[in-house]
């Protein structure tokens, strides 16, 4: 049985820029993201649970978040789960709804976020690279059990490079739409 499986290689690269996009998305910008909470965890009925599992988040404005908690007695809870995930935003609670005004981000803030955006990029292509490692070394024990010839292992080499090109320009592009999104705000 060949150990070199093309749609897993697909399926683990695509899994690599999936994850990028769901780290870039939880970078703050000047604009309102409810992927901005998605690390907030709540202690409600003696565990901590996850924002999402206790309130509904949407963003109403441009520069606002809105959190509107299902059950009136975990509001004060909700409010320090936000303010204990350290993510630079003031809850004002107004009922069951809390408000988040997103502050104006300074240059050098903006700056360091560009860097944290460059920094998940590299991580992403460092995994592309792995997986790309990782299916060369499957098509060389195919070879050594001769399962697959030597030029249909270079063919397939080839192959894995080209979808390795491909991925790790779709993190490229990624990563510079998000770094401009955060410097042009």
Same mark, same amino acid.
Do not use: F
């Given at each position: 049985?060949a &150990?070199?499986?093309k749609?897993d290689?697909?399926r683990?690269?695509?899994?690599?820029v999936?994850?990028?996009?769901g780290?870039?998305g939880?970078?703050?910008?000047?604009?309102a993201?409810?992927?901005?909470l998605?690390p907030?965890?709540?202690e409600?009925?003696?565990?901590m649970?996850?924002?999402?599992?206790?309130a509904t988040?949407?963003?109403?404005?441009?520069?606002?978040?809105s959190?509107?908690?299902?059950? &009136?007695s975990?509001?004060?809870?909700?409010?320090?789960?936000i303010t204990?995930?350290?993510?630079g935003?003031? $809850?004002?609670?107004?009922?069951?709804?809390?408000?988040?005004p997103? $502050?104006?981000?300074?240059?050098?803030?903006?700056?360091?976020l560009? +860097?944290?955006?460059?920094?998940?990029?590299?991580?992403?292509?460092?995994? %592309?690279?792995?997986?790309?490692?990782? @299916?060369?070394?499957?098509? +060389?024990d195919?070879?050594?059990?001769?399962e %697959?010839s030597e030029d249909?292992r270079?063919?397939?080499?080839?192959?894995?490079?080209?979808?390795?090109?491909?991925?790790v @320009?779709?993190v490229d592009?990624a990563?510079? @739409? &998000?770094e401009?999104?955060?410097?042009?705000?």
């Amino acid at each position: 049985m060949a &150990k070199y499986d093309k749609a897993d290689v697909e399926r683990r690269m695509a899994g690599a820029v999936e994850s990028l996009k769901g780290d870039l998305g939880g970078l703050r910008t000047g604009r309102a993201n409810t992927a901005l909470l998605d690390p907030v965890v709540v202690e409600v009925y003696g565990s901590m649970m996850p924002l999402s599992q206790v309130a509904t988040v949407s963003a109403p404005e441009p520069r606002m978040l809105s959190v509107q908690v299902w059950d &009136k007695s975990n509001v004060s809870a909700v409010e320090k789960g936000i303010t204990k995930a350290n993510l630079g935003l003031n $809850p004002m609670s107004d009922g069951q709804t809390i408000r988040l005004p997103l $502050p104006d981000l300074n240059e050098e803030r903006r700056k360091e976020l560009a +860097k944290l955006a460059g920094n998940y990029g590299e991580q992403a292509k460092i995994a %592309i690279r792995n997986v790309r490692r990782d @299916a060369n070394e499957a098509l +060389k024990d195919d070879e050594k059990k001769k399962e %697959i010839s030597e030029d249909e292992r270079k063919r397939l080499e080839d192959e894995v490079q080209k979808l390795t090109d491909q991925y790790v @320009a779709d993190v490229d592009k990624a990563t510079e @739409a &998000k770094e401009k999104e955060i410097l042009t705000q």
